[in-house]
């Protein structure tokens, strides 16, 4: 039994970054994973997004389902300001492990708390785990199908606040059409699509930003 493919990408971060460095983090597994082999990280063209809605929203509390390498669970961490927190959530015990180290080696331990389980099963559990109120932002990655029923179970569970954005990633490749016919025509939500590129690609894709409005 040979390496996974992430187990490859920590290799290259080892190899190719600068410990407690994330910029130089990210870019190793962008180097890696556009030249090498692909993987499905937001990647870099659809990251210089997810940077600029970051910097807008400035969480406190940001959620992510969907962690993989965690390599966007760097590009979020190392744009929050101090005392605020990212919780990630990955349903792959082995991506959470690599996810670790990388988060580790990108020096951002202390902002990220890395969830090992099921969307459904800890959406529910989340107020009463971390004590917390509500998410200021939410960075929607994992099982497509999954988007709709996570939207309204953060809703149900009150864990969204007027003004929460959501952001979610793949809403064209592979693609999440329910989610955008929920957040679009839903008059709780402001939406607002940014036209992009698969990670790594020429594919169209793209995120979709959704304002709660309570
Ligand atoms: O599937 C994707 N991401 C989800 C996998 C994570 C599964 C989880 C479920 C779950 C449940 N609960 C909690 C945590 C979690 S994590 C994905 C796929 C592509 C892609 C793949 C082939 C292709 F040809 C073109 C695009 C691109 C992307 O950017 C992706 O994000
Ligand atoms: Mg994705």
């Given at each position: 039994t040979g390496s996974s493919r992430p187990q490859r990408i920590l290799k290259a971060v080892q190899k190719n970054a600068t410990k407690g460095d994330p910029q130089s983090v990210i870019s190793a597994i962008d180097y890696y994973c556009r030249h090498k082999e692909w993987a499905m990280?937001?990647?870099d063209d659809k990251g210089l997004i997810l940077d600029s809605v970051l910097t807008e929203v400035n969480p406190s509390m940001a959620l992510e389902l969907?962690?993989?390498?965690g390599y966007s669970s760097v590009r979020i961490a190392r744009l929050l300001s101090p005392n605020s927190k990212l919780i990630t959530v990955e349903f792959n015990p082995a991506f959470a492990a690599i996810a670790r180290q990388i988060i580790a080696y990108a020096g951002l331990q202390d902002k990220v708390t890395i969830v090992e389980g099921a969307s459904g099963d800890l959406i529910p559990k989340m107020k009463e785990r971390f004590?917390?109120?509500?998410?200021?932002f939410v960075f929607l990655d994992h099982w497509k199908d999954r988007y709709v029923p996570d939207t309204k179970l953060l809703e149900d569970c009150g864990?969204?606040?007027?003004?929460t954005v959501l952001l979610a990633d793949n809403v064209i490749c592979p693609g999440a059409p329910e989610y955008l016919k929920y957040v679009r025509n839903n008059p709780r939500y402001e939406s607002r699509y940014y036209p992009s590129v698969l990670e790594y690609t020429k594919a169209e894709d793209g995120l979709e930003k959704s304002v709660f409005l309570g």
């Open positions: 990280n937001v990647g969907g962690t993989y390498c004590g917390l109120k509500s998410f200021d864990l969204l606040r007027k003004g």
